[in-house]
Antibody
Framework: QVQLQESGPGLVKPSETLSLTCSVS????????WTWIRRPPGKGLEWIGY???????NYNPSLKSRVTISVDTSKNQFSLKVSSVTAADTAVYYC??????????????WGQGTLVTVSS | DIQMTQSPSSLSASVGDRVTITCRAS??????LNWYQQKPGKAPKVLIF???GLQGGVPSRFSGSGSGTHFTLTIASLQPEDFATYYC??????????FGQGTKVVIK
């Protein structure tokens, strides 16, 4: 059973870079595709970006200039970097597996999420 | 970009009630529509895929319907453990995902 766990600093200063890691257990990270999502306080879910099992990436156009997603297969982890953060980047950040359930593409499972606050 | 609009944004209901949540897409997405449930402090989990497919382990009181631009999630008889926030998500333009803003179901 695949399980995901996010990790990283809970507090980031404005204008700095937010860095999070998602550790995958239960299967090889190379077998699937992976996604980052966030939920700002009091708001809904926002898709951040995706990385395929071949390393191809796709980002939310609203964040594209500031986001980088990468994979470290040796550690079975994938990472998120968001540069030049502002208070608007304060959110709970989730990682999730992007795969197929009965032929339909879904995000499953998800990590528990980690709160990142942008503040000086 | 495809926009997803859910209604209502919140609702209050009693145990045993039948609950319906609506999700509309800004353009046709066939049946590329998933529903997720999120409880406070927990990760979202998929309930429905492909507009009407029930994810394994999800109780049969949950059902989904619709196609094109109009979709519904129905809980046939609300249980205490169903009080949560529900999100629709289009998978028509994968890997670019779009979510609805969420519907919070609270106890009346």
């Amino acid at each position: 059973q695949v399980q995901l766990q996010e990790s990283g600093p809970g507090l980031v200063k404005p204008s700095e870079t937010l860095s999070l890691t998602c550790s995958v257990s239960g299967d090889s990270i190379s077998s699937y595709q992976w996604t980052w999502i966030r939920r700002p306080p009091g708001k809904g879910l926002e898709w951040i970006g995706y990385i395929s099992n071949t390393g191809n990436t796709n980002y939310n156009p609203s964040l594209k200039s500031r986001v980088t997603i990468s994979v470290d297969t040796s550690k079975n982890q994938f990472s998120l970097k968001v540069s030049s953060v502002t208070a608007a980047d304060t959110a709970v950040y989730y990682c999730a597996r992007d795969w197929y359930s009965s032929g339909w593409r879904v995000l499953d499972p998800w990590g528990q999420g980690t709160l990142v606050t942008v503040s000086s | 970009d495809i926009q997803m609009t859910q209604s209502p944004s919140s609702l209050s209901a009693s145990v045993g009630d039948r609950v319906t949540i609506t999700c509309r897409a800004s353009q046709t997405i066939s049946t590329y529509l998933n529903w997720y449930q999120q409880k406070p402090g927990k990760a979202p989990k998929v309930l429905i895929f492909g507009a009407s497919g029930l994810q394994g382990g999800v109780p049969s009181r949950f059902s989904g319907s619709g196609s094109g631009t109009h979709f519904t999630l129905t809980i046939a008889s609300l249980q205490p453990e169903d009080f949560a926030t529900y999100y629709c998500q289009q998978s028509y333009t994968t890997p670019t995902w779009t979510f609805g803003q969420g519907t919070k179901v609270v106890i009346k």
